[in-house]
């Protein structure tokens, strides 16, 4: 499985996917790349977490609101990177935690 390295709000993340899956997967990232800059611009000064929460909540408010389009992506290779970019968000949270002083 290749692995792809995504620029996403200032830092690479290194993810696989199926072969083939490469230019949706960065086509992807990109637009997530995006909502993260309009988070950070909206938000000011917050942390990586919370920035990529806000992205993904944009991203969830603009899916819901467009008409279903017919896909040609690989819908499993995208649904593994989104499962993997998940997890790396939780251990970036789970890191957060351990490293901020209890509010």
Do not use: H, N, W
């Amino acid at each position: 499985m290749p692995t792809v390295s995504l620029p996403i709000g200032g830092r690479t993340y290194d993810l696989t996917c199926r072969a083939g899956g490469e230019d949706a997967l960065r086509r992807l990232a990109g637009r997530v790349d995006e909502k993260v800059r309009q988070a950070a611009a909206s938000a000011g000064q917050t942390d990586e977490v919370r920035r990529l929460l806000f992205a993904a909540l944009l991203l969830a408010d603009e899916t819901a609101a467009a008409p279903p389009q017919p896909q040609s992506l690989d819908l499993d290779a995208v649904a593994d990177a989104v499962e993997r970019l998940a997890a790396r968000v939780e251990k970036l949270a789970a890191r957060l935690e351990e490293e901020l002083p209890a509010a």
